[in-house]
């Protein structure tokens, strides 16, 4: 085993050497502009493309023509976001999300609301699970659309999406996914979830950086959204610019893999996961699972040690990749946006660390990082008031009795 040990599979994955070895060919000699239809080089890239979007339709049970190629997840929520936003807004100017979404979701409502649009941020349970009464309470006559994400990417609560889908299609009300963190690890099927708009990208199903896919349902009903990018008109006039065609190509063969893989593997990590947590609570107390306990991602552990912080505890054991939240908001001091809305407790935002086990993930390294994270829990409890003042008073309780 080599060190660092990396446990943060959330904020993205190694790309896997399969994927890589469909990539080259991409790069050098199949180097065609797939918009360049005068020539062969222009028509083998084209067709490597079609072939892609045909592979990830078929893993969404969805048609090729739904599938749209952007830059990733971040760029497929603000498509889907400001694109019906803007297409819909003589039938309404009210879209409802959750207050845990993805900052590009979040940010995306923001800058609607700068615009006039009116959002609504359900709250959730201590669990991360939304009331679905609360959001059937929630839509309006103006609602054109809601926004709720298949699983958390910081506490792996996983949403009843089909209900949800189901709802919202009851009420004439589009309905979009971020399915970020859930391709790969459990069934995505847009029809079973009554899905109208998906977004995902590569590089968390072990695929390239900078490729991502916005799923638009073209019937029953037919989602129409504007487009926020122009120029070329490609992608059926939705997003233009030059098509990545290595990054497609690899998002396609990451998708196929992680699909066919998904139930052994998930079924793997999930073993590996409760062994972890199982070892740190009965080696350590005031251990706190964050997150739904079963409703969950396979391979999300988000865990607050408390009487610990959280970047002590990282910055005391380098030789093990873990965060305390989205990669996207590392450089924000603030607890995460996502336990705040949880409502727990001070202390717990405080030492709360995410644990995220991946495809390359070993036994060995799950009882490496074992022994790391309890070895440091309790040098860095020997030097906390809190911990100390906790024991002092159980002791003088248990003498009192």
Request: aromatic share 6%.
């Amino acid at each position: 085993m080599t060190t660092p040990v990396y446990m943060d599979y959330h904020a993205t994955t190694p790309v896997d050497p399969r994927i890589v070895d469909a990539m080259l060919p991409y790069f050098m000699e199949k180097f065609g502009n797939p918009a360049s239809r005068q020539h062969q080089f222009g028509w083998i890239a084209e067709e490597a493309v079609e072939s892609a979007r045909a592979k990830i339709a078929r893993t969404l049970q969805a048609e090729a023509r739904e599938i749209i190629f952007t830059s990733g997840a971040t760029e497929s929520n603000n498509l889907a976001l400001k694109g019906i936003a803007e297409a819909w807004k003589q039938k309404g100017m009210h879209i409802i999300t959750v207050q845990t979404e993805h900052k590009s979701v979040l940010d995306s409502c923001k800058k609607l609301e700068k615009l006039g649009f009116q959002i609504t941020y359900l709250p959730v349970d201590e669990f991360g699970i939304i009331d679905l009464r609360r959001l059937e309470e929630a839509v309006t006559p103006k609602t054109i659309l809601v926004s709720i994400m298949v699983a958390n990417n910081e506490i792996g609560t996983v949403q009843d999406i089909a209900e949800i889908g189901r709802l919202c299609r009851e009420r004439g009300v589009f309905f979009h996914t971020d399915a970020t963190q859930a391709i790969g690890k459990i069934p995505i099927y847009v029809d079973d979830l009554n899905v109208d708009l998906l977004s995902f990208s590569g590089h968390k199903v072990y695929g390239p950086k900078g490729i991502g896919v916005l799923y638009v349902r073209s019937t029953n009903p037919r989602v129409k959204i504007s487009s926020q990018m122009d120029g070329g008109g490609h992608e059926r006039g939705i997003r233009s610019g030059t098509l990545n065609v290595p990054g497609i190509v690899g998002l396609a063969t990451a998708v196929e893999i992680a699909v066919q893989s998904m139930h052994e593997e998930s079924a793997r990590l999930s073993v590996l996961r409760d062994r972890m947590l199982n070892e740190f609570r009965s080696q350590l107390d005031e251990v706190y699972l964050n997150g739904h306990q079963t409703q969950r991602l396979p391979n999300n552990l988000n865990i607050s040690f408390l009487h610990v912080e959280d970047n002590a505890l990282m910055m005391s054991m380098k030789d093990v990749a873990v965060s305390t939240g989205s990669a996207c908001t590392t450089a924000n001091p603030e607890p995460s946006h996502v336990l705040k809305a949880l409502r727990l407790p001070q202390e717990r935002l405080q030492s709360a660390i995410r644990f995220g086990l991946g495809r390359f993930t070993t036994d060995e390294e799950v009882d490496y990082v074992i022994d790391r994270v309890v070895e440091n829990v309790k040098k860095l409890r020997q030097l906390s008031p809190s911990y100390h003042a906790l024991h002092e008073q159980t002791i003088s309780h248990s003498f009192s009795k």
